[in-house]
């Protein structure tokens, strides 16, 4: 019997093979923009680094041991069998380069794992790589950037700090959303960076992230700044995944709101304090709540800070420097200061506060220091009362007001109330004018209004800009009439705006020759401070009412 020897065809023998994976050969995959090392997962990935390729988080995989040509690489997150990302091997020795879409991470734990599937359509899994995500960087989105972090809140207690105190402690409270574990801290107290991380400890081994921080500021912290009423204090957080606050959910960072809004404290570690000024409504009545200001007591008449003047503490020449504050609904809307002598020691300073600077319902502050030589040397502690009851009307009439007019752009005409400043005229002869009013319409007495010479019954205009003199209101009544008007009826537009010069709001109205007073009522708008007014015709102000 012969043997036949069948030689192999040369197509098979040039045909590439695929020898098995071996068991185990693969390893898991890797992200390059990582944050390493984290707790609880092999890698953390932070929201910017999650956003910042338009294409895709970058992922390689590989090489592994028997890679070859024209195998095909699936990325699967989360254990799903569906990959999210696959790619064709055209190297047998580069790793393959998979993309993973923004917005597909999950809060806390994620988990990604390669497949490699062989031309012969055999394949094998590689081991999991978890990755930690937040979604949310540490306070969120702030919703209006800008300017701080509204939603990193922080408080001191207490707020006045002497020497002493400083040595007891300022008890600092920071509470934030989207806390986690293994935050950083950074407090910044004048310019003194403090560090605190967010993590297990032998006496507290579960924080409860559900609970504000509490830190203690001592001395040291305020050792830049000893002496500094409006010393601030302000903190960032870091996430373990790096993750900063100020950062988006779609990985916007924005470093203006990194940090959160400061808080400010009164810090005279080099001065003495001194006792707070007594608030009374009529001076010499004593025995009466210093904690609360009653506005019919007052009677119109101003409020009075009382502070005694001993020997010990205050000499002859010493100067004094009194601030006072009305706040509203966490709005500051009036205030009043003075730097004045001090003449007789020992004895009593009695600084009076104009009425029309309690505003019904505020929490009204007193504050002073002792200045000698030319240097602060005491400051008090604040006063503070909450003002009750009902005043008289707080009322700009025009009636005690000298006649006065203004005739050129940038000119004005005042009360102790208002300010009006003429911002634009077309005729040579247009004015503003605080006059008495003959014309045949019920604005009796003294007026302000806007007077344009229209000749020929021409249609022209004037602006102008009232501004309230040291505050704000929260709403306005105002009575005006119409002037003398030929021709046409007057249109009249206000804008009304606040301290920054944004629009609180707008009225447009028609005013007709010799109209009858009529009401302007704003309604509540919190914090006017300014009214831009047009006119195409005179319209007389006969008085406003600050509310």
Known sequence: MKLISIAPRADAMNATTSPPIAIFALTPPQVLLKTDPVIGAHIGVSIVNHYKDPLGMAVLFGPWQGQDLYETVHLHLNNNPKPISSE????????????????????????????VERLSGNGDTSPSLTVLYDAFAPGGDEQVP??????????????????????QGVLLTLDYPHKHLYD??????????????????PTNPNPDLTQPITLTLTTPHFAKDPNNPQFPIKYNVISQTNNYSGTTQLGQFNAQDHWSIPCLIDVHLDWAELLEAILQEILGENGDDPKEVDLGKMNGGPLWALIHLINTIWQAGDQIHLTFEAWLNGVMVATHDETLPIGNVPGQFSWPIPNVKVVANSQVRVKFEQIRGGKVIGVSREAQARVVGEGLPDIEDFESTPSQGASEVGQSVSTNKIKVTLTGKVHPNDSLAIARFTDPVDANGQAFYGYLAQPNGQITSLSYEVELIGRTANRLVIWIAGGNIFGNATQMNLVFRDTAGATLNFINLTVTAYQRQQQIDTGVLNGIKSIAVVVNGQVIIDRIQFL
């Open 146 to 167: 800008g300017g701080g972090h509204s939603a990193l809140a922080i408080n001191a207690t207490p707020t006045s700090v002497d020497a002493s105190q400083a040595a």
């Open 88 to 115: 064709i091997v055209f190297s047998i020795s580069d790793p393959v380069l998979l993309r993973l879409p923004a917005g597909l991470l999950l809060e806390d734990i994620n988990s990604l794992h390669c497949t």
């Open 184 to 201: 950083l801290i950074t407090v910044d107290s004048g310019g003194v960076e403090t560090k605190h991380r967010i993590e297990p400890t």
